[in-house]
């Protein structure tokens, strides 16, 4: 498949509404349809032009949703593809990153450990789903819904440290003496 190779985020869609739970009640295939819809729409909505002309979304799919013309789409700005040339959009999105023409100017956002390899060893910024969803809504409500890709390097610290661990003597705080 030949990509654009120009993204600045890619998403495992599914891996973000299942981690999300976007999903809703059920899981036959309208629900499914009724989920990337209210992906899409919440992104539309949460991120600036920019910001979704250069985002992709990639779904699994062994064949094509039925009101889907081709495996590759635009919605809302954003590229929707569907990877139904390969065995699961984890491949796709591993091609993705290897393709990029810039890697350290991309964001992978999923939380299977398989894509954050893969990112890594390009030098790409991999984020877990629910940490980079958290944020661009926290983005959009302080009226940022641009994503800068300095912002986007530091969500895994700043989840790993909670701003109530700011200011604590850990030394002190387990008897520790320094030397």
């Not at 309208?30 to 729409?41: C, D, F, K, Q, T």
């Not at 986007?152 to 700043?158: H, R, T």
Request: aromatic content about 8%.
């Amino acid at each position: 498949m030949n990509l654009r190779t120009n993204y600045r985020t890619i998403i495992d869609g599914y891996n973000l509404i299942f981690q999300c739970g976007l999903e809703g009640r059920s899981r036959d295939s309208m629900a499914i349809e009724r989920a990337r819809s209210r992906l899409n729409s919440t992104l539309a909505g949460w991120l600036d032009e920019d910001a979704r002309r250069h985002t992709a979304i990639v779904f699994d799919a062994e064949t094509l949703p039925i009101k889907e013309e081709g495996s590759v789409s635009v919605k809302n700005e954003m590229t929707i593809i569907f990877a139904v040339e390969y065995d699961e959009a984890d491949t796709l999105i591993e091609e993705m990153i290897q393709q990029h023409s810039s890697p350290k100017q991309l964001t992978v956002v999923s939380s299977d450990h398989r894509i954050h390899k893969a990112a890594l060893r390009r030098k790409a910024t991999p984020i877990d789903s629910d940490v980079w969803f958290d944020w661009v809504e926290q983005e959009r409500v302080a009226g940022r819904a641009s994503l800068p890709q300095e912002g986007a390097d530091k969500l895994e610290v700043e989840k790993e440290l909670p701003e109530s661990f700011d200011g604590i003597d850990w030394a002190k705080e387990f008897g520790v003496d320094e030397p």
